[in-house]
């Protein structure tokens, strides 16, 4: 019996001390959830450009990839024309401003330049939907405007005829990048 009581009072203790660590975790996800989902929305909204309707304005200003990883989990490399670089992530982490490393600028710099190569693949968009599960799309944001490809297929972005791989390919080497700076 009494093997019974310390057993109890031991998990009603260490309830009192993690419930409420724990219901702080669980705000922090969910609120990390709703600002990488809001920086994200922001930037496909053209919040962060500064809309204009001077001659630069169908610059490229941005570019961004959603890569959806599985189920609910999406990867959005946002890569602007200053070199601001980053990585949101759906659950709630990424990694802000990896732009200041010379090597990520670099990489985020051919990543920029090859969807402005590739801008005929892009149609103007309202559509800001992650792509689904095992599927990639690409942005281009002007001043005026956001350009989307259609989703496709992770493997599909492998096929040596796609003519988004270079763009595929550019993005991953600018996440690389990134990863080595953390």
Known sequence: MRKV?????????ALIVVAPRFRQWSTD????R???AGLRLAVLERKF???T???????????????NLGGETVATLVAFADGTT??????????????????VREAAARFRALAADRADQFSTTADFDPPASGKTRFFIITGTKTLATQA???GQLLNQYN????LAEAAQATIGEIRHTT
Request: proline share 2%; hydrophobic share 45%.
């Open 49 to 51: 450009v500064g809309a």
């Open 86 to 103: 980053s990585l949101y992530l759906t659950s709630g982490g990424g990694i802000l401003g990896a732009g200041s490393h010379e090597n």
């Open 53 to 67: 309707t001077a001659a630069d304005s169908d610059e490229v200003k941005c570019v961004v990839m959603d890569w």
């Open 152 to 154: 496709q297929r992770n």
């Open 34 to 36: 709703v600002g990488s």
């Open 5 to 13: 009581l310390v057993f109890t009072i031991v998990v009603v203790a």
């Open 29 to 32: 996800r969910a609120e990390g």
């Open 163 to 166: 003519v988004l791989k270079p």
